[in-house]
């Protein structure tokens, strides 16, 4: 299992109180995948110039699944050890309970200048439980050198990518570069590869998104079928056998030490692949992932990351303010410039300084606002059962353990009996 910089056996120790945190006036969680430990620890420490006060940042798993493993042993314990959680735009609905009302804490209008949809998918039965910290959404990273060097367009269909992956592959490799590849994403059994595998049935007409807003449960239908197989036969074909284990940074590692065409991913890898120390520096561009086929459309799947004050936490109002920091236009601009990370505020799409760090910012903005959601707001509580049945079928067929239709039609079984316990 990889982990951030703390496994999360030892964060449950720091947070039993073993640790310097028992210390600070505050303790926060924040993430680790790339830069992201960094930026985090860098706001807290403007705000604790500011106040005086001290916070302890406690780092996560980099596995979004993992991470909500650790958050519910904590909350469930009713440990008031970490005060602020970072949390995905899948959990505030499902980790509500635990959460203390941000409005009950912040001045009015605090949420104006964010998003909306995001202020709204954060807000439970009329409590604000989290403030929008970034958003995100999936896109294709390309080798654009690569492209020209083989006269190739920008491929818009997922087939298409499959066919100009193998093209560039096999032209590199008898060039000599044998362990080059075609494409690389997220395929460990993980929320990352929910998220993957709604971007293909998704970006299919009528694919559907697992679940749709009425609750029916959509996913065995032929264009899904269609999506997983086309994947299924990327396996050592145009991506590694290794995919099937990689996470968001896994796949980054072969992208930025220059070996693969393509690459799925969340924005923050823009900052990094653009490094000084990366090998393909102002080599690469970015663009909406493909569609399935000629009808579809490009599917980026809505993520992001929120800032809640656990109802546990001695000092919530100290807490709200560190929130209220942290999400601040400041404090995102800086993230937006320095890591890429995507703002929650509309007006900061349109400042020169953001747009100059990050182009696609302005150009793939409506990748952003219209990303598609993952079914976590219609199946609630059993939103993580819903995903863990949903990855666990994927890769179980990208592995080539079933069949697409079998996958799908024993998933579509499995996920009827989930409903009938609720949603
Ligand atoms: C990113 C997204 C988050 C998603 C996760 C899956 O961190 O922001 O929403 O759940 O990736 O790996």
Redesign the pocket.
């Known amino acids: 299992m990889k982990h951030g910089l703390i496994p999360a056996g030892c964060l449950l120790m720091a947070v039993g109180g073993l640790s310097p945190a028992a210390a600070a006036d505050l303790t926060i969680s924040c993430g680790a995948?790339g830069a992201e430990l960094q930026l985090c620890q860098d706001g807290v420490a403007r705000w604790e110039a500011e106040t005086g006060h001290s916070v302890e940042v406690v780092s996560t798993p980099n596995s979004?699944t993992e991470r909500l493993s650790l958050y519910q042993q904590i909350l469930n314990s009713r440990s008031g050890d970490i005060d602020v959680f970072q949390i995905?735009?899948?959990w505030p609905g499902m980790l509500a309970p635990h959460l203390v009302d941000l409005r009950q804490h912040l001045p009015d209008g605090a949420t104006d200048g964010f998003f909306d949809a995001i202020v709204d998918n954060n807000t439970i039965d009329g409590q604000l439980v989290a403030m929008p910290w970034f958003t995100?959404a999936g896109v294709l990273y390309y080798r654009k050198d690569l492209l020209d060097k083989y006269g190739l367009e920008l491929p818009t269909t997922w087939a298409g990518l499959t066919e100009v992956a193998q093209t560039v592959q096999a032209g590199e490799r008898e060039a000599g570069h044998s362990d080059f590849w075609g494409y690389v994403f997220?395929g460990r059994a993980?929320?990352?590869l929910t998220?993957n595998a709604l971007e293909w049935i998704a970006s299919y007409p009528e694919g559907g998104t697992i679940v749709d807003d009425d609750g029916e449960i959509t996913v065995n239908n032929p264009q899904a079928v269609e999506a997983l197989s086309l994947a299924a036969g990327w396996i050592e074909a145009i991506s590694p056998r290794g995919v099937l284990n990689y996470?968001?940074e896994e796949a980054r590692g072969v992208f930025q030490s220059g070996n693969a065409l393509f690459m799925r991913n969340?924005p923050y890898a823009w900052d990094l692949v653009q490094s000084e120390q990366s090998s393909i520096r102002d080599r690469v561009e970015v663009a909406p992932l493909p569609t399935g086929g000629e009808d579809g459309q490009s599917a980026g799947v809505l993520?992001?990351?929120n800032l809640a004050v656990s109802r546990y936490s001695e000092d919530p109002e100290m807490a709200a303010d560190l929130v209220a920091f942290l999400t601040s236009a400041d404090e995102q601009k800086r993230r937006a410039i320095e890591g890429a990370y995507n703002p929650t505020m509309p007006a900061l799409y349109q400042d020169d300084e953001v747009l100059a760090a990050v182009p696609f910012f302005g150009t793939l903005y409506e990748t952003f606002t219209s990303a598609v959601p993952r079914p976590s707001a219609v199946t609630g509580d059993n939103y993580p059962r819903v995903s863990n049945a949903f990855f666990n079928t994927v890769h179980e067929v990208l592995s080539g353990n079933a069949a697409a239709d079998q996958g799908l039609e024993s998933l579509q079984s499995e996920l009827e009996r989930i409903k009938r316990r609720r949603w």
């Open positions: 995948v979004a995905d735009v899948v995100d997220q993980y929320e990352g998220v996470t968001e969340w993520g992001g990351w």
